[in-house]
């Protein structure tokens, strides 16, 4: 990792860019992305996986900015809703490259994948089939992915487990559900099944796992060939793979996963006699995840017992994660140099509410005092599109950074935006 790896580890500027002047000239609190990291990134996936499709999703992070670089670096998309499909498209990239998901899609969702014509809808139960077959109309015909429940645990909290029955996701390949939903999609003219989708959680940081579900679909599509005939030509292995939020944490090695998932492929396949399918994958944590940054001014210091908070200018509305899965970050003292030893610290953000942490019990100087800019490295994926109007803060802006000059890719969310949206009387 470049820029926001070194911002992790200690430097104050990112992609050339002092952060503190950042935070000067777009205010506080504000998220930075490294651009040259989120394109190395994708890169990194492309060379990892030659003759694969990489789906970036969207979910993670978007902005029209993102999508274009993702497309220039010749990712895919992964979206799963009308609003997500439409930026994307809005902002140039092809419909024939992004994919649909979500466990309830809403008419504005299918018919607006319908009329933009996305390459692929991923089915994620039974009633869905008719549904999408009849929009799709007579003469018509969608690609289409079913979604699958291979029967794998993997992933950092429970909250983001989606390999197992039990949780709302995708067709069961352990009672049934799947194969008969492969049978039902088969049997509709209009609905042209391409594969077998999975994903089993996200971030996991070991490739055992997706071995194992890469296992149990092929040995799902050599059921399919058997009962049908047919040979489905991909598999879509979702994404899931995890970054480290704090130095020493561990990390997903994609390289050794897309060698893994080759070899595992093609073993698999040789054993089955099934000709090897088209791979794909679809991270979001890990492309755009390190690349970020957010940054924060310091409005009260107290000490209460032994603990001293640190509260800032954001916090739980524009990052949840903390609050939501026990995330742990690693904030650090930026802009100005330390004049006293660290000291047990607790970031708290500036909403009216006591689990609205940043992070508790980390190391920043003594001397910590309002004013001050505090920066919370890997801030990339699902703070943003996470974010929420909790106290009618507004949420904060993204600057992309790059070769030393840092430009604006979203504003931030002023008073009037919100007062806007209040009609009554
Ligand atoms: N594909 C599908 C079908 C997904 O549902 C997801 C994430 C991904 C790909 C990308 O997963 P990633 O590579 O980013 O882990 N808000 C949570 C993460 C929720 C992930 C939901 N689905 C968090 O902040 O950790």
Redesign the pocket.
Same mark, same amino acid.
């Given at each position: 990792p470049a820029s926001a790896g070194r911002a992790a580890h200690g430097a104050l500027t990112v992609a050339g860019v002092e952060l503190a002047e950042v935070a000067e000239r777009f205010g506080t609190p504000v998220y930075v992305l490294d651009e040259g990291e989120v394109r190395g990134r994708c890169r990194t996936y492309r060379e990892a996986f030659p003759g694969a499709d990489v789906f970036y @999703?969207a979910? @993670?992070f978007l902005s029209r900015a993102m999508v274009r670089w993702v497309h220039e670096e010749g990712l895919g998309l992964?979206v799963c809703s009308a609003g997500e499909l439409e930026l994307a498209v809005t902002a140039g990239f092809p419909p024939e490259r992004i994919v649909l +998901?979500g466990n309830a899609k809403s008419p504005r969702d299918l018919g607006t994948a319908l009329r933009l014509g996305v390459g692929r809808i991923v089915i994620d139960s039974p009633s869905e089939i008719a549904r999408i077959a009849a929009a799709v109309g007579p003469g018509g015909r969608q690609k289409v992915m079913v979604r699958v429940v291979p029967g794998v645990s993997a992933g950092g909290h429970d909250k983001?487990r989606t390999g197992t029955d039990g949780q709302k996701f995708g067709l069961s390949a352990t009672d049934g559900s799947a194969a008969r939903a492969v049978a039902r999609v088969l049997a509709q003219p209009q609905l042209e099944l391409t594969g077998l989708h999975c994903?089993i959680g996200?971030?996991i940081t070991e490739a055992e796992p997706y071995l194992t579900a890469l296992r149990r679909m092929v040995a799902l599509m050599a059921g399919v060939r058997d009962a049908h005939g047919t040979v489905l030509p991909e598999l879509d292995l979702?994404?899931? +793979?995890g970054i480290a939020y704090r130095p020493g944490e561990p990390s997903l090695d994609v390289a050794a996963l897309a060698r893994g998932l080759r070899d595992g492929l093609a073993e698999a396949c040789a054993a089955a006699r099934l000709p090897v399918p088209r791979l794909a994958v679809?991270?979001?944590? =890990?492309v755009v995840g390190p690349a970020g940054v957010a940054v924060y001014r310091v409005l009260a210091v107290k000490r209460t017992g032994d603990t001293l908070f640190v509260a800032v200018d954001g916090g739980m509305s524009d990052n949840p994660?903390p609050a939501l %899965?026990g995330v742990r970050y690693a904030p650090r003292l930026i802009g100005r140099a330390p004049a006293a030893a660290p000291r047990t610290a607790t970031v708290v953000g500036r909403h009216c509410e006591a689990g609205d942490v940043l992070a508790a019990g980390v190391e920043l100087p003594g001397d910590v005092r309002p004013g001050d800019l505090i920066a919370v490295p890997v801030a990339g =994926? %699902?703070h943003l599109s996470?974010a929420s109007g909790y106290n009618m803060v507004g949420r904060p802006p993204v600057v992309a950074v790059h070769e030393g000059a840092a430009r604006l890719l979203v504003r931030r969310e002023t008073f009037e935006d919100l007062r806007r949206r209040d009609v009554g009387e």
């Open positions: @999703a979910k @993670a992964d +998901h983001i994903h996200s971030q979702g994404g899931g +793979h679809e991270p979001g944590r =890990a994660r %899965y =994926a %699902y996470m």
